[in-house]
């Protein structure tokens, strides 16, 4: 991805592919298409570019000569994923009701302690992701020291474990149903989830190994 208008028009397409590719997962599944697949598809576009952004980092230092030259794009895709989770967290409010979120409430129709936490977990995640994107804006990230922007923007891996508790706690237990596998597919929250795992797993063996030298035989 180049930056600029190049940037951001790839960033884009590869924002709309993996929307694309969700809603055509979660249709096949049900054979159905409505405003809650859509939200569940935006979510998930959401997901894989706050993830993309951060796991650039850690494929650079394995593969340097590479994803180094593609390191400029996570600015874009951080950006663009949270403003797509804002969209999900708007549809969702929306939409919240023990209508289209049963596992969220209880048979009075309030929230469960699952429901709460898991709400909880993203409204949270939801503030640090707006302080790694406000620290992300050009004029802001010039005005602060380096080392500054740089921990602030590490506050973006514990918004994207909330993101991974929000995920697990209300959907877990369908993963393991076989009733869950619609027509055969799984369901769209593992492969975020597993998505997730693959960031922190990535993240974690490169802060425990030795960076590779730009250009260097594998």
């Known amino acids: 991805m180049g ?7 790839a960033t884009f397409v590869f924002g709309a592919a993996i929307f694309l590719f969700f809603s055509a997962l979660l249709y096949l599944r ?8 859509v939200n569940k598809a935006v979510a998930s576009a959401a997901v894989f570019l706050i993830g993309s952004s951060y796991v650039l980092g850690p494929l650079a230092h394995f593969w340097p000569k590479f994803w180094v030259p593609k390191l400029s794009a996570r600015k874009y895709l ?5 403003a797509i989770a804002s969209l999900h967290m708007v549809l969702s409010l929306v939409m919240l009701s023990p209508a ?21 977990s993203a409204a949270f995640a939801m503030v640090l992701f707006s302080v790694v994107a406000v620290t992300s804006l050009p004029d802001v990230e010039r005005s602060m020291k380096r080392s500054s ?10 918004a994207f474990f909330l993101v991974a508790a929000h995920v697990y706690i209300i959907k877990w237990h369908g993963w393991f149903e076989e009733s869950n596998w619609m ?32 250009g260097a035989k594998r």
């Open 78 to 82: 951080g950006l663009l994923g949270f």
């Open 183 to 214: 027509n055969g597919l799984p369901p769209g929250s593992l492969i975020v989830f597993l998505f997730i795992v693959f960031v922190f797993v990535l993240r974690l063996l490169a802060a425990v190994t030795p960076e590779r030298k730009k």
């Open 30 to 37: 049900r054979l159905d298409y409505n405003l809650f697949i």
């Open 149 to 158: 922007w740089e921990i602030v923007q590490r506050i973006g891996y514990i």
């Open 3 to 9: 930056r600029g208008a190049g940037g951001w028009k």
């Open 100 to 120: 289209y979120y049963p596992k969220l409430f209880d048979a009075s129709g309030k929230l469960t302690g699952a429901g709460e936490i898991s709400l909880l």
